[in-house]
């Protein structure tokens, strides 16, 4: 009996020695492992007392009696109160600044030349482009794009239109031109790189000056169809903007 007892102690102390061993080797105390068995951490005390002056019974003893328990933690935070970082306030005349363009957010300045009809297009086309919230403006400076709509009634309106394009040109303004004088010669030479409308495709001028404020160039000028039958031109019923509200101008014939 008494020599299992005495197995039992040295087989403790072997292994509290190889512990101890382990530990040293890497430069480290380990006392989760090291305090473990109740039974290691008595022999450890007997060899090494000054190592073990105050045992630790459990994970929690390492927690400082000083430290502020959860509840105190939260009812601290509670006190906090967050910093609201200003902002700067926009003013109502500010734009929108952006690196892409923005098609119907331009000032558009319209000029017709020629007979009623053809200033009942203009109408027709100033109906549409507000319409699909482009600004009608009559101011040339202030105005993104010019819409040119010709007539070959008179040599005078055709030079006049001309030299319309070459100051708009001048000025870095976009140009979209429209009426008989591009659908009639669309290959002049100050016509070319200009987004044109032919006198049918004016219910598509938002299209033309959409693809023209993005810096592209556009032509329409075929006639409409309907099942490979030719139509007059654009509907009766579009948006129109009439320059005098007492007169309207309704297209009966066209050729």
């Keep these: 009996m008494f020599v299992q ?3 039992f102690w040295i087989n403790k102390l072997n292994s509290a020695k190889e512990t101890l061993i382990n530990l040293f080797s890497f430069g480290e105390f380990y006392s989760e492992r090291l305090f473990r068995d109740k039974t290691t951490r008595l022999l450890i ?3 090494m007392p000054s190592a073990c002056d105050s045992l630790i019974d459990d994970i929690e003893d390492i927690v400082s009696s000083s ?3 959860p509840l105190q933690r939260s009812s601290t935070r509670q ?3 967050p910093r609201v970082r200003k902002r700067k306030d926009l003013t109502a005349n500010e734009e929108l600044q952006a690196d892409s363009v923005i098609p119907g957010t331009q000032k558009v300045w319209l000029r017709t030349w020629g007979c009623s009809h053809n200033s009942s297009d203009g109408e027709y086309m100033a109906g549409q482009l507000a319409a699909s919230g482009y600004k009608m403006t009559d101011d040339p400076s202030e105005a993104d794009v010019w819409l040119l709509n010709s007539c070959t009634v008179k040599n005078p309106a055709e030079d006049h239109f001309r030299n319309n394009i070459k100051k708009a040109q001048e000025q870095n303004k976009k140009v979209v ?3 008989c004088v591009p ?3 669309p290959r002049m030479d100050y016509l070319k790189g200009l987004s044109i409308i032919g006198v049918q495709q004016i219910d598509r001028v938002v299209e033309v ?3 023209a404020v993005k810096g592209h160039s556009v032509r329409l000028l075929g006639p409409k169809k309907d099942n490979g ?3 007059g031109g654009a509907r009766l019923d579009l948006p129109k903007i009439r320059k005098n509200p007492l007169i309207e101008i309704i297209s009966i014939n066209t050729g």
């Design 5 to 7: 007892h005495a197995d």
């Design 79 to 81: 006190s906090v109160v």
């Design 45 to 47: 005390s007997k060899i």
């Design 183 to 185: 659908q009639a010669q």
């Design 67 to 69: 430290e502020q328990a």
């Design 209 to 211: 000056v959409d693809e």
């Design 177 to 179: 031109v429209a009426g």
């Design 229 to 231: 039958k030719r139509l």
